[in-house]
């Protein structure tokens, strides 16, 4: 994709150092039940990477040192990942709340069926996509049928607690558009989901996160093909506001891949750009165990500008309001 080949080089996208570590996001493999047109990962039911126990291991001991309080779970489908309840289990007895990045899909699937009663069981919290309330838009963008069973899940988890106001169950919902446009406003596009779901589906849940599209991988390959990518691009650049540079979540996460390397952000390990920390790159997490990386510049390129376009975009949704 020589078209995407800017975004490894050279940019003017302001400098950042990273602040207090509060989250490690981990991608336990891509493997995945579904191939969605969007995706940044790339993927599906064919992809073999998985991470290791031995990994798992030394993510709780790092766990254990750097005063992280979030674990925060994505694949692909993270629970495929034959290891995904005992690192759930083990990180919660060390008090770490975790948050599984669910796509709703993989409670119907075979050997699935008790997943939501482990999830409620471990109080994880649950961060769904759903990237719109209409049937034939989230189908178009993630395969038909799987609007329907989103329902159904939502659903299976509001019976079991989640997204209920007075119970301690978290269940957010994120939105991202089908195309190579900026996120509506987060608060007026919750409040639509919650009278769409609410009224048509009696479906309740506790947040939507709003994302902007990455540039990157799928959705990248996409707008290349329909000529669009420079024009997205100019769109993102555009529209960055320096007041998102403050809250971006590559100050106060690590992401760690399949093999235990780590990154600034998730978007940076899909583009193979890992942290680098006193000039040395290629950090695994175990390189990390008596390491604080507070202060430490962040490797920035131009995709970046998918983050503080508009009213900026993270794991946690918009930036602003």
């Excluded at 490690?24 to 047109?37: H, I, M, P, W």
């Excluded at 709003?210 to 991988?217: D, K, V, Y």
């Excluded at 390959?221 to 100019?234: C, R």
């Excluded at 590559?250 to 940076?268: A, E, H, T």
């Amino acid at each position: 994709m020589h078209d995407t080949l800017p975004l490894l080089e050279k940019t003017n996208f302001p400098p950042i150092r990273r602040a207090r570590l509060t989250t490690l996001q981990v991608n336990l493999g891509y493997r995945c039940n579904q191939q969605c047109l969007h995706c940044h990962v790339n993927a599906g039911p064919k992809r073999k990477e998985m991470m290791a126990l031995e990994t798992i291991n030394t993510l709780l001991d790092y766990l254990k040192v750097s005063g992280a309080g979030y674990l925060d779970l994505t694949g692909g489908a993270p629970e495929l990942n034959p290891y995904f309840r005992y690192f759930v289990t083990q990180a919660r007895a060390l008090g770490v709340v975790v948050i599984d990045r669910c796509n709703l899909t993989i409670l119907e699937e075979p050997g699935q069926e008790d997943l939501a009663q482990f999830l409620v069981q471990n109080q994880v919290e649950i961060t769904a996509s759903l990237p719109c309330y209409m049937e034939d838009n989230v189908d178009q963008q993630r395969g038909k049928g799987v609007f329907n069973a989103s329902i159904r899940g939502l659903q299976q988890l509001n019976a079991l607690g989640y997204g209920v106001e007075g119970t301690p169950l978290k269940l957010n919902l994120v939105y991202n558009p089908i195309g190579p446009i900026l996120p509506p406003p987060q608060e007026t596009l919750e409040a639509d989901y919650k009278q769409h779901l609410g009224e048509k589906y009696g479906i309740k849940f506790s947040q939507l996160f709003t994302l902007a599209n990455m540039p990157i991988q799928r959705f990248g390959s996409t707008l290349v093909s329909k000529g669009e990518f420079n024009n997205y691009m100019m769109l993102l650049r555009d529209a960055h506001q320096d007041s998102n540079l403050e809250n971006v979540m590559c100050r106060s996460l690590i992401s760690v891949d399949w093999q235990g390397y780590v990154y600034d952000c998730d978007f940076n390990q899909m583009l193979a750009l890992p942290m680098v920390v006193d000039v040395k790159s290629r950090i695994h997490i175990s390189d990390l165990l008596n390491v604080d990386v507070e202060n430490n510049p962040v490797v920035v390129r131009d995709h970046c500008y998918g983050c503080t376009a508009g009213q900026g975009s993270s794991c946690g949704g918009a930036l602003t309001d």
